[in-house]
């Protein structure tokens, strides 16, 4: 088995800055896939940074490692 630990890229519109009820799922931005962590917070800052004057526009790293093998 390989050491790759997937994470995944992806932001959209909130409700809430607070949250993360996004407000149209059709919608969200897909950064992409990452195989470690450095590389999809590299993606995850590059795509705030350019929307951070937006308060309604969040993006975020989802450790899918974690949830496709949660007892790692």
Partial sequence: MSDTKLHL???GRVDNPQTLNFTNLEDLDII??????????????GAAQRTVDDAEMKYVVVHLH???HPES
């Fill in 66 to 68: 974690k949830l496709l």
């Fill in 9 to 11: 890229v992806f932001g």
């Fill in 32 to 45: 992409g896939m990452f195989p470690d962590y450095a590389s999809a917070e590299e993606a995850w800052r």
